[in-house]
């Protein structure tokens, strides 16, 4: 997407065979690239949230492996890097699915071979990551058209959306900003309410900037404004991102969105997620039983960033020295309060059903697991 009128992804090869990405943790304050040279470097990367967001986590480990096989492409590095890489964030399933998307193309590969082999994949990866946002935002973009054409044209279409599932979270595009920008490109007015998200800020920081630089129209919101919005008729529909959904359709995202969701329900506003494929965890049912939730470092809890009138950054502290604090990095909803899922495969409920609707051919390999 566009950063001050031209285009730009969040993770890209370099000519001399680094990784460039967005060190995502200075914005909106700064725009500031990192090269990274080692699996090592990767895995800080994604740890420390420089990158972050599921598809882009899973690009992101992609390249990890690459760079680990340039190193050394034995199997001994192998099996490291991919430890090394998995231990990093547990919640997004895109993580696991990319290492094993290397793991097996390159396991079975003379050692001479798998560099450049590792390297070619991990380009696919990112490539197909924003074909399938692409895609998914063809599909959601029928959503925000109806409604605009329900309204016969008067207003624009208001949408919710909490953290960032824009294209900062994926190799461009986004998950749940692609229907919202593909609305934008067809001229469909659109307004966006950003939840701010907290601890990180993800919706205050990286959703707001990304809007702003593309130019979509958009209003920052604290998090728990959404009910009130949605009790006034202010909202169309929410649509937001998924780091993991079950086969059964229930979906973690950042903290706070089954309370959107929640709420969405009590007051008949449509509810959408948007992911893609890798974003489906077909071994699990159960989310809130069987998803593991990420619980971060406190401190994000007790202090938050900003910037100071003088330009400079800074964290200050707000809670009282001696108070716990806890760090819930995402929640579950269940696919009985999810109106729809977004794939770019098309629409569907989100249930087992709904799901092996557009995607058969797991059909058969559900039924022999
Ligand atoms: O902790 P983050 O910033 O990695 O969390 C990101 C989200 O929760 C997104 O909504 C999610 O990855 C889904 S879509 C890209």
Same mark, same amino acid.
Request: charged content about 25%; aromatic content about 4%.
């Given at each position: ?14 000519? =001399? ?85 290397? &793991? ?26 924003? /074909? ?8 959601? +973009? ?43 490109? /067809? ?10 998200? +907290? ?16 130019? @979509? ?16 008729? +202010? ?28 709420? /969405? ?35 994000? @809890? ?8 003088? &330009? ?18 995402? =929640? ?7 109106? &729809? ?29």
């Amino acid at each position: 997407m566009k950063v001050a009128g031209k285009p730009m992804r969040t993770i890209w090869a370099e000519p =001399d065979g680094a990784v460039g990405i967005i060190d995502q943790t200075l914005l909106p304050h700064q725009l500031a690239t990192v090269r990274l040279e080692t699996p090592e470097a990767a895995a800080h990367a994604i740890r420390a949230m420089l990158v972050r967001g599921a598809p882009l986590i899973g690009a992101t480990a992609a390249y990890g492996m690459a760079l680990a096989m340039r190193r050394d492409a034995s199997d001994t590095a192998l099996d490291a890097a991919s430890a090394l890489l998995l231990a990093t964030r547990p919640t997004a399933v895109n993580l696991r699915w990319a290492i094993e998307e290397m &793991g097996t193309l390159l396991r079975p590969l003379p050692q001479g071979e798998r560099a450049a082999a590792a390297w070619r994949r991990a380009g696919e990866i990112a490539e197909e990551d924003v /074909a399938l946002n692409r895609a998914m935002g063809r599909h959601g +973009r029928k959503l925000i058209e109806a409604v605009w054409l329900r309204e016969a044209k008067r207003r624009p279409v208001e949408v919710l959306t909490h953290c960032n599932a824009g294209w900062l979270a994926t190799v461009d595009w986004g998950t749940a900003l692609a229907p919202i920008y593909a609305a934008h490109e /067809a001229g469909i007015p659109v307004h966006v309410w950003v939840d701010e998200t +907290r601890p990180r800020n993800q919706g205050a920081s990286l959703t707001a900037w990304e809007l702003l630089q593309h130019g @979509v129209p958009h209003t920052v919101i604290v998090d728990n404004a959404g009910g009130h919005l949605m009790q006034h008729g +202010r909202v169309d529909l929410c649509i937001t991102g998924t780091d993991r959904t079950t086969a059964a359709g229930d979906v973690a995202n950042k903290i706070g969105t089954y309370l959107k969701a929640l709420a /969405a329900k009590d007051n008949g506003v449509p509810f959408h997620v948007a992911l893609p494929s890798p974003t489906i965890d077909w071994s699990i049912e159960d989310g809130v039983r069987d998803i593991p939730i990420e619980e971060r470092d406190p401190g994000e @809890v007790t202090e938050i960033a900003g910037r100071l009138p003088d &330009g400079g950054t800074a964290r200050v502290r707000l809670v009282p020295e001696g108070s716990a604090a806890a760090n819930y990095a995402f =929640d579950v909803t269940p696919a009985r309060l999810v109106t &729809g899922l977004i794939t770019e495969r098309g629409l569907c409920a989100a249930s087992r059903e709904g799901l092996l609707s557009l995607f058969p051919e797991r059909r058969a390999r559900l039924a022999g697991e």
